[in-house]
């Protein structure tokens, strides 16, 4: 069975970082892009960042571009979404997916997407 394992959320202040991680399982880690979204209180799932498996070419939402980054370890099977800089916004539960990726894709859309993780709250006090 495919598994996605989110972890490495916590409680940090505002201007503090985190490094979430997403450990996959029952795939060929290789084949498959790697992306995190987020759910804020009361706020719909967003799109943050993805990584393609092939030249590890990046993308970012606007809200977090030069304070995130997403990079991911072959070795290890394993993405992770490195956070600076965090503020009180960025609040919310981070979930990891992937999609086995066969050319371009909306990386943005969750349901291009075929496997998700459990999700991992992050919550960041002022």
């Known amino acids: 069975d495919v598994q996605l394992q989110a972890s490495g959320g916590g409680l940090v202040q505002a201007g503090g970082s985190l490094r979430l991680s997403c450990a996959a399982s029952g795939l060929t880690f290789d084949d498959y892009a790697i992306g995190w979204f987020r759910q804020g209180p009361g706020k719909e799932r967003e799109a943050v960042s993805c990584?393609?498996?092939?030249?590890?070419?990046?993308a970012y939402a606007d809200s977090v571009k030069g304070r995130f980054t997403i990079p991911r370890d072959s070795a290890k099977n394993t993405a992770y979404l490195q956070m600076n800089s965090l503020k009180v916004e960025d609040t919310a539960v981070y979930y990891c997916a992937a999609v086995k990726y066969n050319g371009p894709y909306l990386w943005g859309v969750a349901a291009e997407y075929e496997y998700w993780g459990q999700g991992t709250q992050v919550t960041v006090s002022s």
């Open positions: 990584i393609k498996n092939t030249d590890d070419s990046t």
